[in-house]
């Protein structure tokens, strides 16, 4: 056993100082026991690594985690105006030449998205009369 055959476990987890490192891995090649070592090293770490959980199982645990609420669809009307508004703003902002075929094309765009989100949002108030008819 030679001395840098002491820095394996060093050098296996990138604690050795870059001459210490450079001296091992001139060592190595030439170092059955060094390589047996660090084969050993890298099995045992990878026994180490919990093997994930099948995606269908974590499908399933989140599915019952998540309790599927009424309030999960809250925030879909806000989210279209908020988009809306958001994108309106944006064509203005990124079409300063066009700025007045800009404006016609957002006007048009948001009158289309806010019926979107007027039906996101009468759908949303049936489902809350229903709710409140619940209780
Ligand atoms: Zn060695």
New binding site residues.
């Given amino acids: 056993?030679?001395k840098?055959?002491?820095?394996?476990t060093l050098y296996f987890y990138g604690e050795l100082e870059a001459q210490e490192k450079a001296l091992?891995q001139a060592?190595?090649p030439?170092?059955?026991?060094?390589?047996k070592?660090l084969a050993f090293l890298a099995k045992t770490q990878e026994a180490l690594v919990p093997p994930a959980a099948p995606p269908a199982l974590v499908e399933a645990v989140l599915a019952q985690a998540k309790p599927v609420s009424f309030w999960r669809k809250f925030y879909k009307p806000a989210l279209g105006l908020a988009t809306a508004m958001a994108a309106g703003v944006c064509l203005l902002v990124l079409s300063p030449n066009k700025a007045q075929q800009s404006v016609t094309e957002s006007a048009n765009w948001l009158a289309y998205v806010s019926v979107e989100a007027d039906e996101e949002y009468n759908s949303f108030l049936q489902e809350f009369e229903t709710f409140e008819n619940e209780f």
């Fill in positions: 056993m030679k840098e055959c002491e820095n394996v091992f060592h190595l030439h170092c059955p026991l060094c390589q070592e």
